[in-house]
């Protein structure tokens, strides 16, 4: 078996009783693009900080190519980073900010000037080298920033939250950008961020955080169709959770009642449970389609709101026990309501897209 | 224009609401302005009409002494003040505010303490038989006392103690602009913290210092008190020179002149400064 690239090893950071990280272990191939995902204060960001060597865990160890970057100061790590905040020096032009790695490690003029130019023609930005940060708008200041960091070829860039100050059409426009970079120079990405279309976009591997561990490791699509708990399942798209009653299990399928009294059989029977325990059965909005006729896994509903947006329609269906679903069919299904709205539809969904989560 | 804007418009053609100052102003106009035009008048009129008080004053070996001293003195002072307010600025600037707010109240609370108190501790402090040397002496350091007072040492030690505030304040300013992730950055590029403070820090907190060190270089070149006590004869400054010329040889027109010569330094260098950072600001982008 070969050594993984960097490997965080058994991490953990607590700030007096509080604990921020516990316990957090990941390999890392070389090459991989890996996104922390979670919600703020789930400890992301600190994980990323101890492997900068801002902030020294608790315990654990961090291995780069088998040796342990604990005791290296920042400043020889020798790792690219991309913050939160525009951190350009403001006294420097972009292709001073850039050169700058370059120059506090003492290199020569020629092959400073060379590598300023291939990172700002990377980044697309040769145009704005006599410029200063203060004239650039925030997208183009973190391209610069995304320059700085790789200038000096680190084995690992660190990006933490990098598009979050951004409008949306902008960030989109980077993330293909960093896409990429990432292709083109394959160096090792660990990325940081709260937005799961973000993390879905640009990552091989997520690593998805809750309250300082991680919930669920893996491609954008396991934790989509595959999702591990309820947690990663309400995280990573969008979800309908519905109150279910556990029958039986069978041959690795469940046997559902709902609170509206409908039987749902064929669902994958990911987690344990006892006959007639508690549960949540969770469907994804896209998976349910619009009938008028009944039949298998299918629910009576009333139709409380429809809207178009483009490629979608947003339906939102009630059940006989009010409980509201969050329904996504493609907009070239006739619209829903019209004539039959007030009488009732019905929606069905396939049995095997749905997950149930122990309540 | 539109009726607002012709009722904000008063009849001096001031803008409404500038009545407040005129208190104010009328002291400035009254008690600076007008002396500072009957000095100017004084320094080529007494006791005749002419230039010869200027040409004493620049021909002279002893008043040309005493110009170098008083801008040597200034030099010095602003120099140390700067090396010592740096580090207190930069802790005030990364401390947590609340924190940050106490001790610098602790600073500006000697500036409310009368200056000739504490020039006067000072005395005691450095005197040849003062607390300093008989504590060295005591401990063995020293076997004879050292010469802290009436020579440039106890002029920069007395003064720079003064200054500190004055040159704290705008680098605090200055430093509190820089995002401290600005540092992390540097350092996670390779720099060394000496390399991150060179290249970054001082280069970013230069406009504090620029404000701070004129400041403190124009306070001190018309300081009076300090250097009376606690400087020698040896090195007099021109405002003490100003005050013997004036009260003991009661020249009244070689005064004023001196005086007026301090003042359109002082005006020259402040609009040197002025010209210095209005360019740093436009080519800079600071």
Not at chain 1, 151 to 159: E, G, W
Not at chain 1, 339 to 346: K, P, T
Not at chain 2, 129 to 158: K, Q, S
């Amino acid at each position: 078996m070969t050594l993984p690239f960097l490997s965080i090893r058994a991490v953990r950071k607590a700030f007096g009783a509080f604990v921020a990280v516990h316990d957090v272990t990941i390999d890392v191939p070389k090459g991989e693009f890996l996104t922390f995902l979670g919600p703020s204060g789930s400890g992301k960001s600190t994980t990323l900080y101890a492997i900068a060597g801002f902030q020294d865990p608790t315990s654990g160890d961090v291995l780069l190519e088998d040796k342990s970057l604990l005791l290296v100061p920042s400043h020889r790590r020798n790792i690219g980073m991309v913050f939160q905040r525009y951190t350009l020096f403001p006294h420097l032009s972009v292709a001073e900010n850039v050169a700058f790695p370059l120059r506090v490690r003492r290199r020569p003029d020629a092959e400073v000037k060379r590598k300023v130019a291939d990172m700002l023609a990377l980044v697309r930005l040769e145009k704005f080298a006599d410029r200063y940060p203060g004239a650039l708008s925030g997208g183009q200041q973190q391209r610069v920033a995304l320059a700085r960091a790789l200038a000096y070829d680190p084995p690992i860039l660190l990006m933490d939250e990098p598009l979050s100050a951004l409008d949306k059409k902008l960030r989109q426009e980077i993330q293909t950008e960093i896409r990429r970079i990432h292709r083109e120079t394959g160096v090792t990405i660990l990325y940081v961020t709260h937005d799961q279309e973000e993390a879905l976009h640009l990552s091989d591997r997520i690593a998805l955080f809750k309250e300082g561990r991680i919930e669920q490791i893996g491609t954008g699509e396991d934790l989509y169709l595959r999702p591990a708990s309820e947690f990663v399942a309400g995280f990573i798209g969008n979800s309908n959770f519905l109150p279910a009653e556990h029958l039986e299990t069978e041959n690795g399928t469940a046997k559902v009642r709902l609170a509206d009294g409908s039987i749902i059989k064929g669902v994958k029977a990911t987690h344990a449970l006892g006959r007639g325990q508690k549960a949540r059965l969770m469907v994804r909005p896209e998976a349910f389609r619009l009938t008028p006729v009944p039949g298998n896994a299918s629910l009576a509903v009333e139709i409380v709101d429809t809207a178009f947006f483009g490629d979608r329609r947003r339906v939102v269906a009630r059940t006989g026990s009010g409980d509201e679903i969050d329904v996504r069919p493609t907009s070239d299904t006739a619209e829903p309501g019209g004539a039959d709205a007030a009488s009732g539809r019905q929606i069905f969904f396939d049995p095997a897209t749905a997950f149930l989560f122990p309540a | 224009m539109t009726a607002n804007a012709l009722r904000r418009q008063s009849f001096a053609g001031l803008p409404a609401g500038s009545g407040g100052a005129l208190p104010a102003l009328t002291l400035v106009g009254l008690f600076f302005i007008v002396p500072v035009v009957a000095l100017l008048l004084r320094s080529v009129t007494d006791p005749e009409p002419g230039l010869q008080n200027y040409a004493a004053l620049f021909g002279s070996g002893t008043y040309v002494r005493v110009f170098f001293n008083t801008f040597l003195v200034a030099a010095v002072v602003t120099a140390v003040t700067i090396l010592v307010a740096f580090p207190v600025a930069w802790m005030l600037a990364i401390m947590p505010p609340a924190l940050g707010s106490i001790v610098f109240g602790i600073i500006i609370l000697s500036m409310w303490t009368n200056l000739l108190t504490r020039t006067y501790a000072w005395m005691v402090l450095l005197q040849r038989t003062g607390v300093i040397n008989r504590a060295l002496m005591g401990l063995g350091v020293i076997h004879e006392p050292l010469p802290l007072i009436n020579n440039l040492t106890g002029v920069t030690i007395g003064m720079v103690y003064i200054m500190l505030p004055f040159m704290i304040l705008p680098l605090v300013g200055s430093l509190r602009a820089i995002d401290p992730m600005t540092l992390r950055a540097a350092a996670l590029c390779g720099a060394s913290p000496l390399q991150a403070f060179r290249r970054i820090l001082l280069p970013l907190s230069l406009p504090g210092i620029a404000a701070g060190g004129l400041m403190v270089f124009v306070m001190s070149l018309g300081y009076f008190v300090t250097p009376a006590l606690l400087g020698g004869t040896s090195n007099m400054m021109l405002a003490e020179m100003i005050a013997q010329t004036v009260q003991s040889l009661l020249n009244w027109g070689l005064g004023s002149a001196a005086a007026f010569v301090l003042l359109a330094v002082t005006m020259a260098l402040y609009a040197i400064q002025l010209r210095l950072v209005g360019a740093k600001r436009l080519g800079g982008g600071l």
